[in-house]
């Protein structure tokens, strides 16, 4: 089995979903149905149950992911670490991002490697639908996540960005010309969920507008690859952060400001059994920046 096979397998055990996994290796959705059908075949059983809905392990699958996630890990921690030596590099730290804004860390990412010259940063991206598993399971060693996080094994530590919130929506809907909107004007619209834990969601969409009317979710979404798509087409509408009318600027969406919604934070956070010096040296960083 060549190593991108056995890469896409396991990225494909990670994310349930084709499409996610693709974009995750870069390559096409084809790409990785045709490494799955070719492990299959050699194999001689499937490796995965699909249907129009799930992907989802068979008992065969999950025994060749428990077998073969050690081992790949061990390769490539190995290169990794033979890389960073002949590089004169002796340490790494792993920091994961829910969002595409790395730019906006780019001051916190300097003031730590002036701190630590020979140890590099390195970035990895975390999706929705499972936004603290790389945490807990020690594929990422520190993370960047908005508040409220409300997990008994995890530390959050000092905050590191501050943002408004804003409406996203397709260029032709009806808010789309607005100066700004309300949380009442989202009781006649349909707003993305996907958030995960349910209190992201609940502090991001509130149940009901000021006047007690519901809203309405809609859609669930795990990646911002998908949230796209709904709100160009005007399937819904979805509350995010500023910092996507930068990153992910559209003709075809807009974002508007969202006038009584209160400001997004950002804060650093870690598995506290897993609290390294790394971890509060890059801590520090950041809290020097914001004094």
Not at 5 to 12: A, G, Q, R, Y
Not at 28 to 54: C, D, N, Y
Request: include cysteine.
């Amino acid at each position: 089995m060549e190593l991108r096979d056995i890469e896409i397998f396991l990225t494909l055990a990670e994310e349930l979903h084709f499409g996610r996994t693709a974009e995750r290796l870069h390559v096409t959705p084809a790409r990785v149905s045709q490494a799955v059908k070719k492990q299959e075949r050699r194999i001689g059983a499937a490796l995965f149950e699909r249907s129009s809905r799930a992907v989802a392990l068979t008992p065969i699958g999950r025994q060749l992911f428990a077998d073969l996630a050690p081992a790949y890990r061990g390769l490539h921690e190995g290169m990794e670490r033979a890389i960073r030596a002949a590089g004169g590099k002796s340490g790494v730290l792993r920091l994961g991002m829910l969002s595409s804004n790395v730019q906006d860390f780019r001051p916190l990412l300097d003031a730590f490697h002036a701190r630590h010259p020979a140890c590099e940063a390195r970035i990895r991206y975390v999706g929705f639908g499972d936004p603290f598993g790389p945490l807990r399971e020690g594929e990422v060693d520190v993370q960047i996540a908005w508040l409220p996080v409300r997990e008994a094994d995890l530390t959050v530590g000092p905050v590191v960005r501050v943002e408004p919130v804003v409406l996203a929506v397709g260029a032709g809907h009806r808010l789309a010309g607005r100066e700004a909107v309300s949380y009442e004007d989202l009781a006649e619209e349909v707003v993305i969920g996907g958030a995960r834990p349910d209190y992201w969601r609940q502090a991001l969409v509130p149940a009901c507008t000021p006047s007690g009317r519901p809203i309405r979710i809609g859609p669930v979404v795990t990646a911002e690859s998908e949230l796209l798509p709904i709100l160009s087409n005007g399937e819904a509408v979805a509350l995010v952060h500023s910092h996507a009318a930068r990153y992910h600027a559209r003709p075809d969406i807009a974002y508007v400001p969202v006038r009584d919604a209160p400001p997004a934070r950002w804060a650093l956070l870690w598995r506290t059994a897993a609290e390294t010096d790394l971890i509060r040296s890059f801590a520090r960083a950041a809290r020097s920046l914001a004094t």
